[in-house]
């Protein structure tokens, strides 16, 4: 059974940067395609940005230009590198896979963009 434990959120001002990472137990991670999301206080879970298992990557029109998703299969840890953090990116992070079906969610990581 796959295990995700996310990291490396924090409160950051407009602007800051943060870097999450996603490490996985239990299976080969290289083998999956998969993604970032947030949930803000009240809104759905929704997909940030995506990796397919030849890094290929695909991002959420919110994220592009400003995050950046990468994956170390040696290490079984998916990354997310944000820039130019804004207020409305406030969230708790998760990753899993990109499609169904997805494994059991993390504790998610909570990124809290305010002055």
């Known amino acids: 059974q796959v295990q995700l434990v996310e990291s490396g959120g924090g409160l950051v001002q407009p602007g800051g940067s943060l870097r999450l990472s996603c490490a996985a137990s239990g299976s080969d991670f290289s083998i999956y395609n998969l993604a970032w999301y947030r949930q803000a206080p009240g809104e759905q879970r929704e997909w940030v940005a995506s990796i397919t298992t030849g890094g290929i990557t695909n991002y959420a029109d919110s994220a592009k230009g400003r995050f950046t998703i990468s994956r170390d299969n040696a290490k079984n840890t998916l990354y997310l590198q944000m820039n130019s953090l804004k207020p409305e990116d406030t969230a708790v992070y998760s990753c899993?896979?990109?499609?169904?079906?997805?494994?059991?969610w993390g504790q998610g990581t909570q990124v809290t963009v305010s002055s």
């Open positions: 899993n896979r990109r499609v169904l079906p997805q494994w059991a």
